[in-house]
């Protein structure tokens, strides 16, 4: 496929974050190379991911790569499940995050059947509470504000 | 010789051989099983090192993460599928190999010279370290800050067909590294008003946000096929020119590793793949390699594995991680209190010794573990992945949380990458 579209996104993705960067840093005060600011410093590395990312961008719309595919679901199901067991966990408890978390990410296979995943999330409740509560003495509840 | 009369007594404590078999044990299991490395297990188990002493920590620890080269060899070998990228390249012969029956051997080989690979390496280790401690000591920020510029450079130029996008990986780690509060102005940059992001953005966080994450979600999508057979002791019994053929090659493979492993930014990947296409190059017949060769199964194992343990070198001599994972165990030494660096060797022997130690009881743990035991481990690999990886990511997200008891933290592990800024580990600086 030409161009190579997975360059072009990656090239434009680091220009930003070094335009962002750089931008911030001049609100930070620079200073000079001399007194140096706190933004100096960012400042420099801001310019220089900005070249680097137009360096990587640039060249790749004259030669071809490979098709840009993303696998969407596994993503979404493993980043959803990291963020619900953030929210669970001082919310309603360990248990019931860590069955969330394992039901979520659980969804990001096609191969997975409702039995099994409901087996896993048991066993992997059990191990945490085993490993971090009895085990650790880590100060995390099983359960909070359900009953 | 201070490795026999603190080291072993120190290792060989009845507390420090228990955690140093569960590191290998831990290591190798992590090893085994493609789609999760030894960096994620590290994170994974370094909040329950807290309430460790020092030693037996970095014994566990450490465990781990040579262990998995041990591990990491048996799904190469059994599904064509390398356990972590250090064994990308033993795949290539030896999965030919267990097609034609021969998995036993390619099993046994790859532990024996795994074994062989280790012991060069640290015997590297053991002679290198005192005289580079010699040299860093008359070192002052100007060295060490040419020092940190040639791994940065080396991180981007070695072993990457693209150095740009090197280049690029190190410049978000630096710019990552600039969260916080600035050292010299006491200034909060990038903190967007969150009281968390003060102190920055921390290495295990970023470390399983980058590597960790990111490699279960590629392996979610790749198929995995699971392991049905069975591997019997009569199959593991190498003839005769099996051996003959793979004398050379360890030797050579470790030597490269031992090499490479020293180098920031090189590390057993490509020590194991540089010493594949050394072999290729000098062997009568290169055409035969990527069909079943011995000696393209010896090589890189022996390389990748002295690799990880001169991976220490820079690290224990000079404060230095060469890779992310040693950047975390770093991290771990940091918080009980230990700096590494040329001055560790004199304040702490204990520390330094008992770890020396504890490779050589660990490798041996390891030969018992991977040659009797083999089959355990040829039964984890019957365990389909999308079983495994549910629990994976609740072990993470627990681990990660008991670093410092933060949700917030939890939160940030979506994908990040960090350099940790000189001062936080280098002597002399700052």
Known sequence: ????????????????????????????????????????????????????????????????????KISWRPIAAVLGSILAFGILLTWTGLVPAVLATVFIAAMGSEVTRPPATIALAVFAAAIAWLIFVVGLNQPLPPFRNLF | MDLFTIGFPIASSLDNLIYCFLGVFLGTAVGVLPGIGPLAAIAMLLPITFHLDPVAALILLSGIYYGTEYGGSTASILLNVPGTAANAVTALDSYPMAQQGRAGIALLMTSV????GDAIGIVTLIMLSPLIIQIA???????????????????????????????????????????????????????FGFFELFEGISIVVLAIGLFGVTEIIASVTRSHKAYHGKVSFRSMIPTGD????????????????????????????????FSYLVEKRISKSPERFGKSVIEGVAAPEAANNAAAQTAFIPMLTMGIPGSTTMAVILGAMMIHGITPGPLMIQEHPDVFWGLIASFWIGNVLLLVLNIPLVGLWVCILQVPYHLLYPVIVVLICLGVYSVNNSVFDIGRSAPFRRSIPPSRYMPGTA
């Open chain 1, 1 to 68: 496929v030409k161009p190579d579209v997975k360059d072009i996104c990656a090239g434009a993705l680091l220009s930003l974050v070094g335009l962002f960067f750089f931008f911030q840093a001049l609100d930070y005060g620079v200073g000079t190379a001399r007194r140096m600011g706190p933004g100096y410093f960012p400042m420099a590395l801001g310019v220089a991911t900005m070249v680097v990312g137009l360096a990587i961008l640039v060249p790749a719309f004259k030669r071809s790569g490979e098709a840009l």
């Open chain 2, 113 to 116: 010279t795994s074994f062989i």
């Open chain 2, 137 to 191: 000591l008359s070192f002052g920020p100007t060295d060490y800050f040419a020092l940190m510029m040639l791994g940065l450079l080396a991180t981007a130029g070695i072993g990457s067909s693209e150095p740009i996008k090197g280049l690029a990986s190190v410049l978000i780690g630096l710019l990552i590294g600039t969260i916080g509060v600035d050292v010299n102005t006491g200034f909060a940059r990038y903190n």
């Open chain 2, 242 to 273: 099996d051996m003959r053929r793979s004398v050379a090659p360890t030797l050579r493979g470790a030597g490269i590793g031992s090499f490479f492993g020293a180098l920031p930014g090189a590390g057993p990947m490509l020590a194991a793949f």
